[in-house]
């Protein structure tokens, strides 16, 4: 489902015509004398033949904004969407917003109340600027890589996985993370919500989950219950049988204040996999320590202006013993089914980040509820 203004129909149908069948850029070439034009685009096939979809159909709905000015873009784009699904429940929606609308706050921004709402019927939601649909073939075919990808996911497929040979064990990442919803000075005031998401070893995102709200003083429980609670599911889905070797990872980002967030998880994986024998690692993710490696092997590479780059940097995967049971691990940067441009951070942080930032705006929209994002779309890319 496709919804947009109706001040921008003609550059929308354009803009889903080459996002379904693919755009053409010819190159000129030379070879053996004779001149051709050759494809060169990075979009050429369309979202159908990248992801082997038959026949997708994309179903126009029109937001009455050219002779309804005087009503409140929230509530145009609302009421739109009501409509909608009164009648159909499409497997994804993709909502078209003015660049002055998209910049409106979140309690009058009519992407947020539209996504508020399809979330709430188990409808996954990808939002584009107008600016974006006027792009040059150039500039588009870029932008339609990332939109198909992050598209793709939210319908629950798998854009890629990583080259990782499978183990006969069970092997799982499990991203630790949380939302701060106020930004209180106070911590009695604060609110949070633990965020945990589930990876197979090959990066293949299983299932999330949100905790309950709670105060800050409240959240070493809430966040033992929801573990709890998570690895209970992921060893009834798994068959966890008794004197089965699991290997469990877990990420976090930074550490609470006066919380052993290592010391919690422990004791949620010895409280559900007694029966098991559990290999257990927590590992914090982070761009700033106290350490500083040097390989004197490495001379670095020379850029085009004589300069040299990264000189005694070392290697990515180059492991340091700190103690008995700590290692330092290096490594640089990740994909996401976000786009296909690499992130600063693990898709077990990245993706718990995208989570907090959308939880902490929908909050402001009125009747918003995540109960929701636990049941139907648990297994869902919504936030992507």
């Known amino acids: 489902m496709v919804l947009f203004p109706d001040t921008v129909q003609g550059a929308v149908e354009n803009f889903l015509k080459a996002f379904r069948d693919g755009i053409s850029i010819k190159k000129k070439v030379f ?19 990248i992801f082997g979809l038959v026949n997708p159909k994309l179903t ?17 784009y609302r009421e739109a969407v009501a409509q909608v699904l009164e009648k159909t429940m499409p497997d994804a929606a993709i909502v078209i917003l003015l660049d002055e609308h ?10 947020l109340q539209s996504k508020a709402l399809l979330l709430m019927a188990g409808i996954p939601v ?10 040059s073939r150039y500039s588009l075919q870029y932008t339609l890589q990332n939109l198909s990808v992050a598209l793709y996911a939210k319908m629950n497929g798998l854009p890629w996985t990583v080259d990782h040979d499978l183990t006969i064990s069970d092997e799982l990442v499990i991203g630790i993370g949380n939302c701060e919803l106020s930004g209180s000075r106070f911590f009695e005031r604060q609110r949070f919500v633990g965020i945990t998401t589930v990876f197979r070893g090959d990066g293949n995102y299983l299932l999330g989950n949100l905790s309950q709200e709670c105060s800050y003083s409240e959240y070493p429980n809430i966040l033992k219950t929801s573990t709890v609670s998570i690895l209970q599911d992921i060893k009834r889905r798994n068959g966890w049988q008794a004197g089965d070797t699991v290997r469990l990872v877990f990420h976090a980002a930074r550490p609470f204040k006066n919380l052993d967030v ?5 004791q949620c994986v ?22 500083t490696l040097l390989d004197n092997s490495q001379q670095g590479i020379v850029m085009k202006d004589g300069a040299k780059k990264g000189q005694l940097a070392p290697q990515r995967g180059i492991i340091v013993q700190l103690g008995r049971y700590t290692r330092l691990l290096c490594t640089n940067t990740s994909l996401s089914w976000r786009s296909l441009l ?11 980040e995208l989570i907090a930032e959308l939880l ?17 779309l648990r297994a869902s890319k919504w936030f992507l």
Not at 60 to 76: E, F, M, T
Not at 342 to 352: F, L
């Open 102 to 111: 998209a910049r409106l706050p979140d309690p009058e921004n009519p992407y």
């Open 60 to 76: 126009l709905r029109q937001i009455p904004w050219l002779n309804s000015k005087q009503k409140p873009p929230a509530v145009a």
């Open 360 to 376: 902490a705006r929908l909050r402001n929209i009125r009747d918003w509820s995540p109960a929701l994002l636990n049941i139907k």
């Open 126 to 135: 990808q939002g584009i600027r107008a600016s974006t649909l006027g792009q």
């Open 262 to 266: 290592a010391d919690i998880v422990a």
């Open 342 to 352: 690499p992130a600063s951070n693990p898709v077990t942080i990245y993706y718990s």
């Open 270 to 291: 010895a409280e559900v996999g007694e029966e098991q024998n559990i290999e257990f690692a927590f590992l914090t993710v982070s761009h700033e320590h106290p350490f």
């Open 31 to 49: 070879q053996d004398g004779i001149e051709y034009w050759e494809e060169n685009s990075k979009y050429s096939g369309g979202f159908a033949k």
